[in-house]
């Protein structure tokens, strides 16, 4: 069954340091996403991508954050300058199609944690 | 107005028992409303959906049931067995595809 995959399961990172988390989606979907949990909390949307384009993104997903497309396969996260609160789950998902009732299929995660 | 209310915040329920977790919502413009199922260390994977034009959709042990006038959906699960024990999301999206999350319900099923 394919499934989205993610790598790296954990990434630890200094503050202020740059990291990339990537994630291959399923490969006939064309509609991706980033999500967060803080541990203990919700699952928060970040951004969603198509045609290589943001078509959405969240109060959180500001000018530290970065999202690419760079070969057809990968999509990746970038956080320019980790800060402590960074520290969380970091969730990509992807869909066949966009749509309110497409369902969107989720990797395990990368957890990120900010030293 | 994009928040999703859920609650328990947890729940322990014996096997055999029904297992039932609530959430609300406010923003009208939503219109898929789907159940989530996390386990530790995974990622969350779809268990059932509803779309607000029908007030009760079952699959399996699994019903959600949709209350549109009062803006609340709720999971029971019938018959729980212990390798329900997961956190459940329940989540309210519209047409941009946005999944906007409840708390979770970390649910347990004693044996």
């Known amino acids: 069954e394919p499934e989205v995959t993610q790598t790296p399961s954990h990434q630890v990172t200094q503050m202020g340091q740059e990291v990339i988390l990537r994630c291959v989606p399923i490969s006939n979907h064309l509609y991706f996403y980033w999500y967060r949990q803080i541990l203990g909390q919700k699952v928060e949307f970040l951004v969603s991508?198509?045609?290589?384009?943001?078509?959405?993104k969240s109060e959180i997903f500001d000018d530290q954050f970065s999202v690419e497309r760079p070969d057809g396969s990968n999509f990746t996260l970038k956080i320019r300058s980790t800060k402590l609160e960074d520290s969380a789950m970091y969730f990509c998902?992807?869909?066949?199609?966009?749509?309110?009732?497409?369902?969107?299929?989720f990797g395990p995660g990368t957890r990120l944690t900010v030293l | 107005q994009q928040q999703v209310k859920q609650s328990p915040q947890s729940l322990i329920v014996q096997k055999g028992g029904i297992s039932i977790i609530n959430c609300a919502y406010e923003?009208?413009?939503?219109?898929?409303f789907p159940w989530y199922q996390q386990f530790p260390g995974k990622g969350p994977a779809l268990l059932i959906a509803?779309?607000?034009?029908?007030s009760e959709k079952k699959e399996g042990r699994f019903t959600i049931s949709f209350n549109k006038s009062a803006k609340q959906f709720s999971l029971h699960i019938m018959d729980s067995q212990p390798g329900d024990s997961a956190t459940y999301f329940c989540?309210?999206?519209?047409?941009?595809?946005?999944?906007?999350f409840g708390q979770g319900t970390t649910l347990q099923v004693k044996p």
């Open positions: 509803i779309r607000p034009d029908v």
């Open positions: 991508f198509y045609n290589n384009e943001i078509s959405e």
């Open positions: 923003n009208t413009a939503f219109d898929y």
């Open positions: 989540a309210a999206s519209s047409n941009t595809g946005k999944l906007i």
């Open positions: 998902a992807s869909s066949e199609v966009l749509a309110a009732y497409n369902e969107q299929f």
